[in-house]
T-cell receptor, first 112, second 115 residues
Framework: RKEVEQDPGPFNVPEGATVAFNCTYS??????FFWYRQDCRKEPKLLMS???SGNEDGRFTAQLNRASQYISLLIRDSKLSDSATYLCVVNENSNSGYALNFGKGTSLLVTP | ETGVTQTPRHLVMGMTNKKSLKCEQH?????MYWYKQSAKKPLELMFV???????ENNSVPSRFSPECPNSSHLFLHLHTLQPEDSALYLC??????????????FGPGTRLLVL
């Protein structure tokens, strides 16, 4: 299975800071991309999809660079509640069409 | 949130035991998934069911046996597990498999310890 690589962190940032995570994927045939958020000892939850043209949802901006095969997530004006692990997810174009590939996650801690 | 539920939430079992994990989704989705999450490792997809038909089996050992009696229920039967099988087992569902598979809703997981 192809790899999805993320810097595990942790990223320690003060409230109000801007923080960015990158993720690289190795399968150039990958079809769709997502960021999930996982709180400590909880299940992952979809944060946002990543579209080719880039997309924004409030304080969160996701970007995709197909040529360089990386995805980014930018969080502006960090809140304490943003502390979590952020999972990069790539939907690959496997034979079965159902292959979801997760990164190990990037840990974010926002401090007062 | 009760979209996807899993029972039990915690399970301790010996290597010779047989147990089953249960997952139920109340979202009207057509695809269901089992994942394994171990410490320091990414989520590993184990099985995918689409409309009750298994469509993906990621080289999972036969001591894990899935069952999908209908589109709302998914089981994972466990038999003669090894200590390295200790992990968080997550169930997920999505409206469809394939292209929309990234939009998945996860259950809270079963934390399994094999002694």
């Amino acid at each position: 299975r192809k790899e999805v690589e993320q810097d595990p962190g942790p990223f320690n940032v003060p409230e109000g800071a801007t923080v960015a995570f990158n993720c690289t994927y190795s399968n150039s045939a990958s079809q769709s991309f997502f960021w999930y958020r996982q709180d400590c000892r909880k299940e992952p939850k979809l944060l946002m999809s990543v579209y080719s043209s880039g997309n924004e949802d409030g304080r969160f901006t996701a970007q995709l660079n197909r040529a360089s095969q990386y995805i980014s997530l930018l969080i502006r004006d960090s809140k304490l509640s943003d502390s979590a692990t952020y999972l990069c997810v790539v939907n690959e174009n496997s034979n079965s069409g159902y292959a979801l590939n997760f990164g190990k996650g990037t840990s974010l801690l926002v401090t007062p | 949130e009760t979209g996807v539920t899993q029972t039990p939430r915690h399970l301790v079992m010996g290597m010779t035991n047989k147990k089953s994990l249960k997952c139920e989704q109340h979202l009207g989705h057509n695809a269901m998934y089992w994942y394994k999450q171990s410490a320091k490792k990414p989520l590993e997809l184990m099985f995918v069911y689409s409309l009750e038909e298994r469509v993906e089996n990621n080289s999972v050992p036969s001591r894990f046996s899935p069952e999908c009696p209908n589109s709302s229920h998914l089981f994972l039967h466990l038999h003669t597990l090894q200590p390295e099988d200790s992990a968080l087992y997550l169930c997920a569902s999505s409206p469809e498999a394939g292209g929309l598979a990234g939009t998945q809703y996860f259950g809270p997981g079963t934390r399994l310890l094999v002694l």
